[in-house]
């Protein structure tokens, strides 16, 4: 017992009124941004996803520059900068793909159509025979 009155824990954390931060003062220190009226293109879009997907930020940036401006040169140069960057990212995924499967080290694929049975004691009929999986269980199945 504290001997003060009883009072309602949570009654007691209700604010009465809302605190208010004086944060325009501060906008004076921001640097001011030119008003640029940005023209939506999703072809520039895409160009810049693909451009950060690929983990050019240098010429992520330059783009949007690039678009900001409205060059004429760039808007010409869009449809040939996304094959392009399709293309890289198409090479990149085959070389991603060629890694990684050299890194697991499956097997080679060999068949028999490359085999050489007149350097070998293999007879071919004999070999075309096993390669049948009737043969194996020693019987005859049709299917």
């Not at 004086?22 to 008003?35: F, T």
């Not at 930020?57 to 449809?79: I, K, R, S």
């Not at 068949?111 to 390669?131: K, R």
Request: a negative charge.
């Amino acid at each position: 017992m504290t001997g003060g009155p009883d009072i309602d824990t949570p009654q007691a954390l209700i604010l009465r009124l809302e605190p208010k931060a004086n944060v325009e003062r501060y906008d004076g220190l921001l640097p001011k941004q030119p008003e640029v009226a940005m023209r939506h293109d999703p072809a520039s879009g895409a160009i810049i996803i693909m451009l950060r997907s690929l983990k050019m930020y240098g010429l992520a940036q330059a783009v949007t520059d690039l678009m900001e401006q409205g060059a004429p040169a760039f808007e010409a140069a869009v449809p040939i900068l996304s094959q392009l960057l399709k293309a890289e990212l198409a090479e990149r995924e085959v070389r991603s793909i060629a890694y990684h499967m050299k890194a697991a080290r499956f097997p080679a694929y060999k068949d028999l159509s490359g085999f050489d049975f007149a350097a070998s004691e293999i007879n071919e009929a004999t070999c075309a025979n096993c390669t049948n999986a009737s043969s194996w269980m020693g019987r005859k199945t049709s299917f």
